[in-house]
């Protein structure tokens, strides 16, 4: 079946520019995550929904980013004002997210975000 | 101190040879731990969980050490395919992720 998908797969913005990355997890996962990853280091936690509701924000680096996922399936993340340590790969990731997790997370393939 | 640590390797090993990863971790109330596998310019998969009594998948064996606070993979009888970056995963609450830095694994030929 269809897995995790993101769009653009890459992105090149000037500084200062807004960006927004589009995930569609799979049909039916309840629990949503986007991840940052830098190169060499592993993903790290940026914000999680449950169904629409953001649950988890305390991975946002700062308040240029923000996260939406109005139906309860698409999601997106906005970067604002789009600065360099902003480049890093963008990872969006999804789960049944029933009562009892945590559960295996399913991800994307990303969007590779550079900004110059 | 990162809450999930691992060597970054890389670990370049002959094929066929046996090579075992730790990772430590810091909360001793996570509950849940994954080993990811992560090609490069690819997305994490899954490879495996990691159970008290530990696990086995195949040439893939993972255990526990709740005491110690850390994981561990081993991989028997390396692959060329093999090589990747592996990523300990360990669990804070009932959702979050926390991400070891991952230990990149070369197999030669």
């Known amino acids: 079946g269809a897995g995790v998908s993101q769009s653009p797969r890459y992105k090149v913005a000037k500084r200062g520019q807004d960006v927004a990355l589009r995930c569609d997890p799979i049909s039916g996962h309840v629990s949503l995550f986007w991840y940052q990853q830098a190169l060499g280091q592993g993903p790290e936690f940026l914000t999680y929904?449950?169904?629409?509701?953001?649950?988890?924000k305390s991975g946002l680096p700062s308040d240029r980013f923000f996260a939406e996922r109005p139906e309860g399936s698409v999601s997106t993340l906005k970067i604002q004002r789009t600065q360099q340590e902003d480049s890093a790969v963008y990872l969006c990731a999804s789960s049944l997210g029933l009562a009892g997790g945590p559960y295996e997370q399913y991800f994307g393939p990303g969007t590779r975000l550079t900004v110059t | 101190r990162k809450e999930v640590e691992q060597d970054p390797g890389p670990f370049n090993v002959p094929e066929g040879a046996t090579v075992a990863f730790n990772c430590t971790y810091s909360n001793s109330a996570s509950q849940s731990f994954f080993w990811y596998r992560q090609d490069c310019r690819k997305e994490p998969k899954l490879l495996m969980s990691v159970y008290s009594s530990g696990n086995e998948d195949g040439r893939f064996t993972a255990q526990l050490n709740r005491a110690s606070q850390y994981i561990s993979l081993l991989i028997r009888d390396s692959k060329l395919s093999d090589s990747a970056t592996y990523l300990c995963?360990?669990?804070?609450?009932?959702?979050?992720?926390?991400f070891g830095t991952g230990t990149r694994l070369k197999v030669l030929a």
């Open positions: 929904f449950q169904n629409e509701a953001q649950l988890d």
């Open positions: 995963v360990v669990t804070s609450g009932t959702y979050k992720y926390i």
